[in-house]
């Protein structure tokens, strides 16, 4: 997200899977 806006703000998850298993990380932008 090159210019983060308010409509933007929330949690946004990436997932990998493959055939040895499966992770995740969540993060929240901010505003300042």
Do not use: L
């Amino acid at each position: 997200i090159p210019s983060v806006q308010s409509i933007n703000i929330g949690n946004y998850t990436c997932i990998v899977k493959n055939a040895a298993g499966s992770d995740s990380y969540t993060a929240s932008p901010t505003m300042k």
